[in-house]
């Protein structure tokens, strides 16, 4: 077994109506649909829409970290 | 109908003593009052004061950005 | 009495597995435990560990100031 | 007559089908409409919207600089 | 059908003997060739190469988003 | 009476043939003459003309924030 | 043939008990396994684990470009 | 005697009515009352308080170096 | 022959009543008559002068990097 | 037991006349000697000395992490 | 004559015992003493170095635009 | 004696196929050939170029600061 890991970041854009957390989560859970390993998060930025003179969307862009298998 | 838009990105700070969504509601919501066709928002900063050891104020620094009439 | 005041900063990483906010105050809460006059906090990063595709904790990397006593 | 002068600076997103200098142009004519004494413009930003595969509008977010009469 | 959607970011360098508009023209083509759904794009960066006391090569950093399908 | 409040900031550049600290009290003044409730500044910039080997002005960028009335 | 490229950037992170070099080779070498025609890197941030008062572990970030085949 | 030397830097924010340089040295002569070896400063913030149009206090944000002891 | 170069970056504005590229090249051309083995640029800020309203100059700041001889 | 710890971050300066390597583990174990649970370490900064045109000191700025007891 | 101008852009660090814009003057009138046509400085960096518990020098670190001669 | 001095500081980029350390050195051997009283260097970014999968140079870019003589 290596005595090292390797590991990939992405970069991931989840949306909500309703908080921030709901919207990493969202970004998260699609994230983990697709690559296994998934390990870390680390918000980049948070923005959103406006509608009706109130938040709309929360977006929150996020840096994903996964390792890579078998390395 | 002119083919391009201009926008106007102005600084806003919301506060407030339950979350950080309820701080950039509150500043969306006076900018509306406003200015007319509230677009989008930016978190550009989330800082607060600090109560007897606990969180007293959440205050959020944000770009609003909204669409210039008849651009 | 002086008429100026003298601030420190620290930086602390608050951890929740609830909400970005819990977090900040458990960082807060441990801090005012050690410090007094703590009047403010600035947040740095937002960051957590993800589990079994979903977010496992917030971490909250916090500045936090205070008044240096008798300045 | 003062010996120095005041100046302000406004964030405009100037957006164009055809080029990056035609969003700035376009930010900066739809701001001297509205304003005296524009002087200067920082870009702050560069990005745009795809459409099939291809830029559909550059958008530019400016700093826009005007001298304040009577400063 | 879901109430929110999420977005991935890639990073991709486009080049261009003729312009900056061109190289972010190139970079947005090919990668619409790969990935379905590309929704906007971002300058990070803006260089390139000099042959014989002239600009030979604009290189324009992006950041490219797109919509993850079905999310 | 709200129990939280509203800023603004706007981004003004001061000018002084004498000093960095006049420069700024030059812009928070002009500011002041237009604006109420100005409560703090933040420097962005510190820059300055030079004419004949010499600094012929300062020129300071600062971030002004004011309360937003009734906010 | 074209003459121009199209390059992809990615962002990997590498450890070693060793040495800083060692965790980019570690980083570059998995990435190459994957990934053809890999050109250059960025170090973008150095960090790690500490374990009994000593480096653990290095950890590098980086972002790895390579040229998109056919481009 | 060692042939290295191991430093630390601390966050401390000073305030003055009068001008920048005041704020600074009364954050570098609080902090020498509580440390020993202070060797230099960096400024990382300048701001203040604005009362009745004019600027109440300067507030430096500076980090302060020292080295420790018999390092 | 080393088996290793050394390159130096110069930092130089350009400037241009027509567009970002020719300000680029009016840089990049300027420097190459005083400087051998200019091999790159990178822009650093773009910015310009309004006059009546319109664009009159654009101004780009870049680095320019060169091979130092013998290197 | 808690279910979230609270960590703390200082910023040390290690130095070496052999390595980067060198001077951040110098550092660490300077650290480790007055803190308990040292748990990671963000490079800040790379920079030295230089004597005789050579590299005298490699300086390395750190912020090292340790969890803060109890919590 | 050109409608154009190329600017050249040095980084000196200036000092002064006693005052900031003291430290800029050292700087900018050394650099006019080896260059023509000096127009303009950017303040990059404020720090120090501490003697005894108070400021011994400060030093400021500008960049200094001029003009190339025939551009 | 003047009781100041004025710095410079140039950018310089080494590169080596060892180490890191190798490029840093290999950049201020070279800059010292040139320039006396070369006092210190400050790392702005390490990248480099890959080769059948594995590092072939590291490239280091380097701020270089020396004192100007007579100053």
Redesign the interface.
Known sequence: MS???????????????N???D???????????QIRN??????Q??????EN???G??QV?L???FR?EN?
């Open positions: 005595d090292h890991h390797v590991y990939k970041k992405v970069e991931i854009v989840g949306s909500s109506k908080s921030i957390e919207a990493i989560n969202n970004a998260v859970a699609e994230c983990s649909k998934v390990e870390w998060f680390e918000v930025e948070t923005r959103g829409h406006v003179g109130q938040v969307h929360y862009v840096k994903v970290g890579i390395s």
